[in-house]
C-alpha cells in the first residue's frame, strides 16, 4: 500500500472512532511539580498515576532528538547559546533542574531515545510535540518520525505527533504516516478544516481559552478528536468537557488528576 494510501486510511479509521487516546495528559511530564521535559519530569507524572504525557522534541546540531521546548537557553538551562547550535553531547552534559529547584539540580537534558525507553518500560502514553528551532522544521519532523517509528512500544495505545509547523507534521507524515497527527494552533482560523486535512490531522489541538462551545461542535461535528492546553482550573476542565472536549493536558497535577471528569 503506497504511503498516502495508508495514511489516509489511518486517519479514517480514527475520525471514525473519534478521540482513541487518553483524556488527561502531563504536560512536559511533570507540570508545574518537576523541571519540565525531563526524565525527573516523567517521575513525577508518573508518581501522580499519569500514564500520558506531553512533551517538546527538539533537535541538536549534530541531528538528535532531545527535549526542550525554548530554541535558546536562558530559562530551562543556563548560559546563551542555541540547541541548533549544540550537539546532543553538549546539551547532555547541561543541567535542566537547577533552575527549578536545587533538589533537581544535574538533571539532565534527555534525549528523545531515553524518554521513549521511560515512557514504553511504564506504558505511558505520548502526545509528542514537535517543537523545530527556526529553519529547521523538516529535518526535525524527519528525525522525531523516524525514531519514533523505529522504537514505538507493542503495548498501549499508538502515540500522537503534534506541532505548530505544517512542515514538521508534513515530514512526520511522509517518515512515519502509521503515527497520528494533530494540528497545533493557538487561536483557531477560519479555514481551520482544509489545514488538517492538508497533513491528514486526525484531531486539533488549541488553546482553551481560545475555544468556544460553538467551535467546539464544530470540530466534533466535522469527525476530529479536539485537544486542549494548557488547563489548570478543574472548573474550567469540567466546562470544555462538557462542550465535547476530547482531552486536555494539565500543570497542575495536584488539582487535576489522571482519572478527572
Known amino acids: 500500500m ?25 504536560h512536559r511530564g511533570g507540570g508545574t511539580l518537576a523541571p519540565e521535559n525531563t ?14 504525557v506531553e512533551f517538546d522534541v527538539m533537535l541538536s546540531s549534530d541531528g538528535v532528538p532531545v527535549l526542550m521546548h525554548d530554541a535558546s537557553f536562558g530559562r530551562t538551562v543556563p548560559g546563551p547559546g542555541a540547541v541548533a547550535n549544540s550537539t546532543a553531547e553538549a546539551l547532555r552534559a547541561m543541567d535542566a533542574g537547577a533552575w527549578f529547584s536545587p533538589k533537581f539540580a544535574g538533571e539532565k537534558v534527555p534525549t528523545f531515545s531515553e524518554v521513549i525507553d521511560f515512557c514504553n518500560d511504564n506504558n505511558i502514553w505520548m502526545n509528542v510535540e514537535i517543537k523545530p528551532a527556526p529553519g529547521h522544521d523538516f529535518e526535525t519532523g524527519r528525525a522525531a ?6 522504537r514505538v512500544g507493542s503495548s498501549g495505545s499508538m ?8 512542515v514538521a507534521l508534513h515530514a512526520a507524515k511522509e517518515t512515519a504516516p502509521e ?4 494540528f ?6 477560519n479555514g481551520w478544516q482544509a489545514m488538517l486535512e492538508d497533513v491528514c490531522a486526525v484531531a486539533l489541538h488549541t488553546n482553551h481559552k481560545h475555544l ?26 469540567q466546562e470544555i468537557l462538557s462542550w465535547g472536549v476530547d482531552a486536555f493536558c494539565t500543570d497542575r497535577l495536584d488539582l487535576i488528576g489522571p482519572d478527572f471528569s
Request: charged fraction near 20%; include cysteine; glycine fraction near 6%.
Open 179 to 182: 503515527i497520528p497527527r494533530g
Open 159 to 166: 502515540p500522537l505527533f503534534s506541532s505548530f509547523s505544517m
Open 212 to 237: 468556544t462551545r460553538d467551535l467546539a461542535k464544530a470540530v466534533k461535528d466535522a469527525g476530529y478528536g479536539l485537544f486542549c492546553y494548557t488547563v489548570n482550573d478543574p472548573a474550567r476542565a
Open 145 to 150: 518520525a523516524a525514531l519514533l517509528r523505529q
Open 39 to 52: 526524565i525527573a519530569a516523567m517521575r513525577c507524572g508518573l508518581s501522580h498515576g499519569y500514564r500520558a
Open 184 to 189: 497545533l494552533i493557538d487561536t483557531v482560523p
Open 2 to 26: 503506497k504511503a498516502e494510501v495508508f495514511t489516509n486510511t489511518v486517519t479514517s479509521n480514527f475520525k471514525q472512532s473519534m478521540w482513541t487516546f487518553p483524556k488527561i495528559v502531563a
